[in-house]
């Protein structure tokens, strides 16, 4: 969230036209895990129960992800609008480096929404950093409450944590903060907190009912959202976000032809792999970008994923598809070259290609030249003659 406030920056005053804001996360030494264990902030059953009064900690978990800003009048492809976000930092504080003041976090959010001429209390729904800790969900709910929850606001703020469903990313989790907002505002559902069962009872607007945890699948109905981010060594961030109310732009807007889709997958047994294929029939047609990341994990070692298998799967549900699984061998396969001898022409054979605006476009154009010579292209390869 803090390279998100710097890119943000860096686009208001003209140092880029677009900035990649990223964050990642491995959780691949054990003994930093340890030594989190002994601050006594991870949780000890595994769950992060954010504000939940059994709260004791959070769980580690890995992310790696990748945002675009661009300026509106030049983006194609709207998720949501960046209103506004800054950081303010608190590290200097007799409570230690590691103790999220909320004094600081109050401080930050009132900043925030003054300089983007925005009022608090209209926001619908809030993100919190929410880790389940002792001390950190009621430092940060006070600041939040005393902010958003003021007088004249008509209903409960909604707030959640994305760190009850998935883990709690550190240096990354700002990035999966974000994601489930614009997921949210892209699926008109918010998710809802997991292992929150009772109140803490440290967090008094959650016990008098002006903050209330989405614990259940809840519809997003529009407005602002607010995205809170708090740094291990001091660090405060806010961004707020609004959904893009247009559609989408296309970047290739024309009408996609309903093409079956070959969609190869990989399994350590027969029985399973066809169970997968078998939900993939069932569950129908899914998005484009469904389709390839199937196909990029079902390609792993031969070794290890010993069977492979296909389905045809026909998009528009016009027929039954086509699924086969086979044992793969494990030795080096030999290469063949075949040439017909004839070229490759087939009666027809260019009239599923048609399909295709840029290929239809081109034969098109090299149909308008021939012409004149008494050459019909576009009939030569799509007819059956």
Known sequence: MTALSQAMLALRSGQCEAALVG??????NPIAALNLY??????PDGKCKAFDADGKGY????????????????????????AHVKANADG?????????????????????YEEARVDPRTVSYVEAHGTGTKAGDPQELSAISNVFCGEGR??????????????????AAGICSLAKVILSMETG??????????PNPGIPSLNDGSIRVVDRHTPFLGGLVGVNSIGFGGANVHAILEANPGHHVDSFPREKPQ??????????????????????????????????LLNRVGQPSVNQFPFRGYSVVAVNGSRKPIKAVEHAPTEKRHLWFVFTGIGCQWNGMARQMMQFDVFAN????????????????????????
């Open 259 to 292: 093409l079956p889709r070959l969609v190869l997958l990989a399994g350590r047994t027969k029985e399973s792999l066809t169970a997968t294929l078998d939900r993939l029939e069932a569950d129908g047609p899914l998005p484009d970008p469904a389709y390839a």
């Open 362 to 385: 081109s034969i098109r154009r090299s149909h308008e030249l021939l012409v004149p010579f008494g050459i019909d292209l576009v009939d030569l390869i799509t007819s059956d003659n």
């Open 23 to 28: 964050g990642s996360t491995l959780t691949l």
């Open 38 to 43: 002994r601050l006594g902030m991870l949780s």
């Open 154 to 171: 008509k209903e409960p703020l909604l707030i959640g944590s994305v760190k009850s469903n998935m883990g709690h990313s550190e240096a």
């Open 189 to 198: 559902t918010i998710p809802g907190n997991l292992h929150f069962n009772e």
């Open 59 to 82: 769980v580690r978990s890995e992310t790696v992800g990748v945002f675009f800003l661009q300026r509106i009048s030049q983006a194609r492809r709207i998720y949501a609008k960046l």
């Open 92 to 112: 200097f504080k007799d409570e230690g480096v590691t103790f999220p003041s909320g004094r600081a976090q109050e401080a930050l959010l009132r900043d925030v």
